[in-house]
């Protein structure tokens, strides 16, 4: 009876392994037929073939870990969309949490230098700010992200296109 199950356990999986039919009908003609080398001949090349699909999965994984984490550096210092910086509000020395500017440490003084807010409620110098977004559109102290450059084209071509769709 154990022996019956094992030979239709045996002939499922070779039912639903992808080894080709040509294959199986020469061992079996080599063979005399399912004997019990053949199948333990097709297992081990079963056994091989998964460990083949297996380690291409992994590699794929890999790569696509690879690709996610390029993306993901690329977006970090894409710049910040020039609409994003021009719409930050310009608050006066007094409405602002911060005493100073955390790019150049510089006091906000009243009368000095226009501040910068971003919508994280930040507040900086706004030469300063400016010059850090150009480089990368996250805050230098929580790094909430502005719209990028990128962001913002893609948007303008979806609105061209449904404009050009009505």
């Known amino acids: 009876m154990a022996e019956m199950i094992m030979n239709e356990s045996r002939r499922r999986l070779m039912e639903e392994d992808p080894i080709a039919d040509e294959e199986r009908r020469?061992?079996?003609r080599r063979y005399g037929g399912w004997t019990e080398e053949a199948l333990d001949e097709d297992d081990r090349e079963r056994a091989r073939y998964r460990l083949r699909m297996l380690e291409a999965y992994r590699q794929l994984d890999e790569v696509n870990a690879r690709e996610r984490e390029e993306e993901e550096e690329r977006k970090r210092w894409d710049p910040a969309s020039r609409k994003a910086m021009l719409?930050?509000?310009?608050?006066?020395?007094?409405?602002?949490r911060e005493q100073d500017c955390a790019i150049c440490l510089e006091e906000?003084?009243?009368g000095g230098k226009k501040l910068r807010m971003m919508p994280c409620s930040h507040s900086f110098h706004q030469r300063c700010i400016f010059e850090w977004l150009r480089r990368g559109r996250r805050c230098p102290i929580c790094?909430?992200?502005l719209p990028s450059v990128?962001?913002?084209y893609l948007l303008y071509q979806q609105q061209q296109a449904a404009a050009s769709v009505s």
């Open 150 to 152: 990128r962001e913002d």
């Open 108 to 110: 906000f003084v009243d």
């Open 87 to 96: 719409a930050m509000p310009l608050p006066v020395v007094g409405e602002t």
């Open 26 to 28: 020469q061992r079996r």
């Open 143 to 145: 790094r909430y992200e």
